[in-house]
């Protein structure tokens, strides 16, 4: 019985021998072909169409995410990048032509993106759907064999994702290894083209390690502390609503873009909490808990972290709006925290959850400063009427992706890239870009055997070195009055 039960484990072994077999049905050349390219994502599109409501339910089980929330994100969003795919799919594969140089003349040049080779994608828990299966729609794309390593603190979605793609996609080049630590580290001990990972930064330090070993190159997409600076010169209603739409109305504040502390004007503060307080009536009702439209904290290792946060003794006479916990249903109501000491929990770390501190300053523009003061965020958003604000907020705050006058939706707008810079992380996908990631840019010169010069090799005279240097200083007239002798060598 434990001979057998052992066998069952996923361990080193068995994860070299998935990559080995992977390795060997992208070396067969299968996945570089157009046609497996669209099989597989048309098969995907359709595996997404027929499994909608399977969808919904296990991101309800997981999370109890209001089924709009869920369609929106988790089907919809993935539906729209697969179709994109589909439809580009030919343009991308392109070459693209290039320019050459006189140099080389008579020639041509073209950038071709040929497939990596064999990816390893570790997902997270919060949009398990969307962030498991977009960046795989784009390693498909890409031409490459593909693993998909879903998150174990998401297991009604976890099973749903190995058993969706093993029965609609190719397992001999698309496979989903299910599980948790051990599971990962078995995968991260083996040789991949490249590693995506969304999650932590604690975690994202491990697998870029782990990554080092064989020369891995990376994608870490790992979120971080998500600043909204809000001016008094605004929609007020229209802003709260979107501050709101951005946090609680995000997975409960459960999602590395969504707004992490607000930073305003000190005399606009009471406006601006008064009108949070009135829009979350209206959203959640006078009693939040029973909402349907609110998510759940994941975990009860999470729910204690965020108890943990919230019992901080140096926010416990800050706390503007306190919300009601309920650890049976892993639940907690909107909680604002009013000018938390920056030495505080809830402003060192990413809160990942229902709490929103605001900090006050006396000019809006000193919110820059304290934004600079801490890592690069994911997302920046900036609420304001005010031109001259909005171009300082881009062209002075650095951070993964920005959005004015509203929240999140910047990650579902086309043509936008989707990744962090510094601590928040490195890489993006999305669309093109998430094609261009899983390809390697391959640069190739084609030459004829006609317009050979002596020139360029020896022995190097005194006339050749001179053509050679008008030729690379693109120096054409000079060329000719040394070809003529009408120039000093």
Known sequence: MEEAKEKGVFNEDKASLVVKELRKSFD?????????????????????????????????????????????????????????????LHQWMKPTKVKTAITTYPSSAE????????????STWNFPFMLSLEPVIGAIAAGNAVVLKPSEVAPASSALLADMLTKYLDNSA????????????????????????????????????????????????????????VDSNLNLQVAARRLIAGKWACNNGQACISVD??????????????????????????DPMKSKDMSRIVSSSHFSRLLKLLNDDKISDKIVLEGQKDEDQLKIAPTIILDAPDDSLVMQEEIFGPIMPIITVDKIEDGFDIIKSKPKPLAAY??????????????????????????????????????????????????????????HKKGVLYRSFKGDSSMRYPPYTPKKQSLMKALINGNIFHMILILIGCSKL
């Open 111 to 122: 950038i071709v993106s040929e497939p990596l080779g064999v990816v390893l994608i570790i």
């Open 261 to 286: 502390y607000i930073i305003t004007l000190k005399h606009f503060a009471p406006t601006l909490i008064n009108a949070l307080k009135e829009e979350l009536e209206q959203f959640f009702g006078k």
């Open 174 to 229: 698309v496979r989903v290894i299910e599980g948790g630590a051990p599971q990962t580290t078995a995968l991260l001990e083996q040789k991949w083209d490249k590693i995506l990972y969304t999650g932590n930064a604690r975690v994202g330090r491990i697998v870029m390690a782990a990554a080092t070993k064989h020369l891995t190159p990376v994608i870490l997409e790992l979120g971080g502390k998500c600043p909204a600076l």
């Open 382 to 439: 900036l609420f304001t009427n005010n031109e001259d604000l909005k171009k300082s907020f881009v062209e002075n705050i650095s951070s993964g992706g920005m959005l004015i006058n509203d929240t999140v939706l910047q990650v579902v707008t086309p043509g936008l890239p989707f990744g962090g810079v510094g601590e928040s992380g490195m890489g993006c996908y999305h669309g093109k870009f998430s094609f261009d990631e899983f390809s």
């Open 28 to 88: 067969s050349g299968k996945t570089r072909s157009y046609k497996w390219r669209i099989s597989q994502l048309e098969a995907m599109a359709k595996m997404i169409e027929e499994n909608e409501k399977d969808i919904i339910e296990a991101v309800d089980k997981d999370l109890s995410k209001p089924q709009l929330e869920a369609y929106i994100a988790e089907v919809s969003q993935t539906k729209s990048s697969c179709s994109e795919a589909i439809k580009a």
